[in-house]
């Protein structure tokens, strides 16, 4: 006979029990224990079972809902729990058959029903605990996005963010409280939105307006974007590079010889499932790869300062290696030796000794080599004249 799951993740809204469907106000009733943040404990009567406050930070919690295991149990979340909340932790942590979900009215249906926005073009973000940054490659004029925020103090810290990154023309739509009887909406301008009063749970309908620099969907952003010391893959050699890597959902690369660390950076932003970790020898840069990193958005990318192959010892297995820095045969006899047989390699050369090498390895293991030579228009006495790059050969592989 089916057993049924002990615990069940409940989605509840600001409105509280009258808002719940008969079927939760049942699971509600039959619990023994209820857990949950203050804020969603207050928002439900006492119904005699045992309450728990879920700690700060989240993952506390996990172990004391563990000891709870095989005991009626119900874990309040926001909304839909599954959009930005604690379903999906949960369920990375409990087998199939001990939990299940029912799920509320997102938050975002909520704000998008409010402003009139179509939800399938608009773009939602969670920043509960996740930085502003997280906004950088989407800023453009004309984006409509749905935010949720920490607490009130957040809304004037994105005011703040939006006119640093030259989008002043911004316009929020604040709501605190959705769905409840403490709920109000506002429409501010950056500048008043610095003044703060809003109170916590907001939510900020975002539309984007400024001269504030858009960067293009494609493959090799601006050089511009990238802080550097000059040891960057440049932006056409990064667009060539960046299509053979073929990023796919889901992967995970490693950025060898990271410099700039503008290749895991494009990396990451093609896809929110992709991760990367960049290895670079110098720690001035890797200092350098963790601020472009956190100053564009993709703080999913882990920075190891140390040399390769040494430092490789240890990292989760990549599905696609680049390395643009410290090519070496040791280093290819290892990636050779460790990495599975289905993981896809790219490597740039500059230099003769480095071209050599990867003639060697290609005719040995195959893949397919490329020779990229770019010139640019630059003065030349009193006319112009083609200023030749280095040329780079490219070696792309499965191995």
Same mark, same amino acid.
């Given at each position: 006979?089916?057993?049924?799951?002990?615990?069940?993740?409940?989605?509840?809204?600001?409105?509280?029990?009258?808002?719940?469907?008969?079927?939760?106000?049942?699971? +509600?009733?039959?619990? &023994?224990?209820?857990? %949950? *943040?203050?804020?969603?404990?207050?928002? @439900?009567?006492? /119904?005699? =079972?045992?309450?728990?406050?879920?700690?700060?930070?989240?993952?506390?919690?996990?172990?004391?809902?563990?000891?709870?295991?095989?005991?009626?149990?119900?874990?309040?979340?926001?909304?839909?729990?599954?959009?930005?909340?604690?379903?999906?932790?949960?369920?990375?942590?409990?087998?199939?058959?001990?939990?299940?979900?029912?799920?509320?009215?997102?938050?975002?249906?909520?704000?998008?029903?409010?402003?009139?926005?179509?939800?399938?073009?608009?773009?939602?973000?969670?920043?509960?605990?996740?930085?502003?940054?997280?906004?950088?490659?989407?800023?453009?004029?004309?984006?409509?996005?749905?935010?949720?925020?920490?607490?009130?103090?957040?809304?004037?810290?994105?005011?703040?963010?939006?006119?640093?990154?030259?989008?002043?023309?911004?316009? +929020?739509?604040?709501? &605190?409280?959705?769905? %409840? *009887?403490?709920?109000?909406?506002?429409? @501010?301008?950056? /500048?008043? =939105?610095?003044?703060?009063?809003?109170?916590?749970?907001?939510?900020?309908?975002?539309?984007?307006?400024?001269?504030?620099?858009?960067?293009?969907?494609?493959?090799?952003?601006?050089?511009?974007?990238?802080?550097?010391?000059?040891?960057?893959?440049?932006?056409?050699?990064?667009?060539?590079?960046?299509?053979?890597?073929?990023?796919?959902?889901?992967?995970?690369?490693?950025?060898?010889?990271?410099?700039?660390?503008?290749?895991?950076?494009?990396?990451?932003?093609?896809?929110?499932?992709?991760?990367?970790?960049?290895?670079?020898?110098?720690?001035?840069?890797?200092?350098?790869?963790?601020?472009?990193?956190?100053?564009?958005?993709?703080?999913?990318?882990?920075?190891?300062?140390?040399?390769?192959?040494?430092?490789?010892?240890?990292?989760?297995?990549?599905?696609?290696?680049?390395? %643009?820095?410290?090519?070496?045969?040791?280093?290819?006899?290892?990636?050779?030796?460790?990495?599975?047989?289905?993981?896809?390699?790219?490597?740039?050369?500059?230099?003769?000794?480095?071209?050599?090498?990867?003639?060697?390895?290609?005719?040995?293991?195959?893949?397919?080599?490329?020779?990229?030579?770019?010139?640019?228009?630059?003065?030349?006495?009193?006319?112009?004249?083609?200023?030749?790059?280095?040329?780079?050969?490219?070696?792309?592989?499965?191995?």
């Amino acid at each position: 006979m089916h057993k049924a799951p002990w615990l069940t993740v409940l989605g509840l809204g600001e409105d509280g029990l009258d808002g719940l469907p008969p079927a939760s106000r049942q699971i +509600l009733e039959r619990a &023994e224990i209820i857990m %949950g *943040p203050p804020r969603h404990l207050s928002l @439900v009567p006492e /119904t005699g =079972a045992q309450r728990v406050e879920w700690p700060v930070p989240f993952a506390d919690g996990l172990p004391i809902l563990t000891e709870f295991r095989g005991r009626p149990t119900v874990v309040l979340a926001s909304g839909d729990p599954f959009w930005f909340g604690a379903g999906s932790v949960i369920a990375r942590n409990f087998e199939a058959g001990e939990w299940a979900a029912l799920p509320g009215q997102s938050t975002f249906s909520l704000a998008a029903a409010r402003l009139g926005w179509p939800l399938e073009s608009t773009l939602t973000f969670g920043l509960h605990a996740a930085p502003l940054t997280r906004l950088r490659p989407h800023l453009s004029p004309g984006l409509r996005a749905i935010l949720l925020l920490r607490n009130g103090a957040a809304v004037a810290e994105l005011a703040t963010y939006l006119t640093e990154t030259g989008f002043a023309d911004s316009a +929020l739509h604040v709501m &605190e409280a959705l769905g %409840g *009887p403490r709920e109000r909406s506002r429409s @501010v301008s950056l /500048t008043e =939105a610095l003044l703060g009063g809003f109170d916590h749970p907001v939510c900020v309908g975002l539309e984007v307006a400024g001269e504030g620099r858009s960067f293009p969907k494609a493959s090799g952003k601006p050089d511009e974007i990238f802080e550097t010391d000059g040891q960057i893959t440049k932006r056409p050699v990064r667009a060539l590079t960046l299509s053979a890597l073929a990023p796919q959902r889901g992967e995970h690369l490693w950025d060898i010889g990271g410099g700039t660390g503008s290749i895991s950076i494009e990396w990451l932003m093609c896809d929110p499932t992709l991760t990367a970790t960049t290895i670079e020898p110098r720690a001035d840069r890797a200092e350098r790869i963790r601020r472009n990193a956190d100053a564009l958005g993709q703080d999913r990318l882990n920075v190891v300062h140390g040399t390769a192959p040494d430092a490789l010892d240890g990292l989760a297995l990549p599905d696609v290696v680049f390395i %643009g820095g410290g090519l070496s045969y040791t280093l290819l006899e290892w990636l050779y030796d460790m990495l599975p047989t289905s993981t896809r390699l790219v490597a740039n050369a500059v230099t003769l000794e480095s071209e050599i090498l990867l003639a060697q390895w290609q005719e040995e293991i195959g893949g397919e080599l490329l020779r990229i030579e770019l010139a640019q228009a630059a003065p030349l006495g009193p006319r112009r004249g083609w200023k030749s790059a280095y040329p780079v050969v490219q070696w792309s592989v499965t191995l």
